[in-house]
T-cell receptor, first 115, second 114 residues
Framework: AQTVTQSQPEMSVQEAETVTLSCTYDTSESDYYLFWYKQPPSRQMILVIRQEAYKQQNATENRFSVNFQKAAKSFSLKISDSQLGDAAMYFCAYRDTGTASKLTFGTGTRLQVTL | DVKVTQSSRYLVKRTGEKVFLECVQDMDHENMFWYRQDPGLGLRLIYFSYDVKMKEKGDIPEGYSVSREKKERFSLILESASTNQTSMYLC?????????????FGAGTRLSVL
């Protein structure tokens, strides 16, 4: 079974600085998808960024980018120019390519943004 | 914008009660999901459905059942609520069979079983 590990329960970053959230996963599949979801204090989870395993290029979305290391099974999220609105729980998630495959989540990292 | 609506934000029930959590999505999504979120455990899949009247067990289905009579609505049922089912419940939906498709989440229902 696939597992997703987020080893940082909490992180803190100063406004305008850069922070990296770690995620590792375990799978025997060669093709799959990885996601970072954000859950602000209002609790509605939203997608931050998505990476397809067969693409070597790291995904980016504005201030958010990933460092995808397929051989190491690592998928970290970098947030540049951090803003107060980035404070949230961040979940890393994995999904293989089967049509009925489920999304497997990590345990989450709570990010605090300080002035 | 996709909207996934969960009928209650907070719910308090007694042990042994039958509890219904309702979820409605407005984007004609085929797939719907129920997760349970607990601190330190992340999100765990309870049940999912990829079509009307279809359901599949997730990782923790024990003590739960689901119903999907209409495409837009997916209900989670606790037949006899127990205190260990006190948790945050999240509903999600997604379009089509593709694994890359995004899941859209509701705001969650915080259930307390006393």
């Amino acid at each position: 079974a696939q597992t997703v590990t987020q080893s940082q329960p909490e992180m803190s970053v100063q406004e305008a600085e850069t922070v990296t959230l770690s995620c590792t996963y375990d799978t025997s599949e060669s093709d799959y998808y990885l996601f970072w979801y954000k859950q602000p204090p209002s609790r509605q989870m939203i997608l931050v960024i998505r990476q397809e395993a067969y693409k070597q290029q790291n995904a980016t979305e504005n201030r958010f980018s990933v460092n995808f290391q397929k051989a190491a099974k690592s998928f970290s999220l970098k947030i540049s120019d951090s803003q107060l609105g980035d404070a949230a729980m961040y979940f890393c998630a994995y999904r293989d390519t089967g049509t009925a495959s489920k999304l497997t989540f990590g345990t989450g990292t709570r990010l605090q943004v300080t002035l | 914008d996709v909207k996934v609506t969960q009928s209650s934000r907070y719910l308090v029930k007694r042990t042994g009660e039958k509890v219904f959590l309702e979820c409605v999505q407005d984007m004609d999504h085929e797939n719907m999901f129920w997760y349970r979120q607990d601190p330190g455990l992340g999100l765990r899949l309870i049940y999912f459905s990829y079509d009307v009247k279809m359901k599949e067990k997730g990782d923790i289905p024990e003590g739960y059942s689901v119903s999907r009579e209409k495409k837009e609505r997916f209900s989670l049922i606790l037949e006899s609520a127990s205190t260990n089912q006190t948790s945050m419940y999240l509903c999600a939906s997604s379009w089509g069979p593709l694994a890359k498709n995004i899941q859209y989440f509701g705001a969650g229902t915080r259930l307390s079983v006393l």
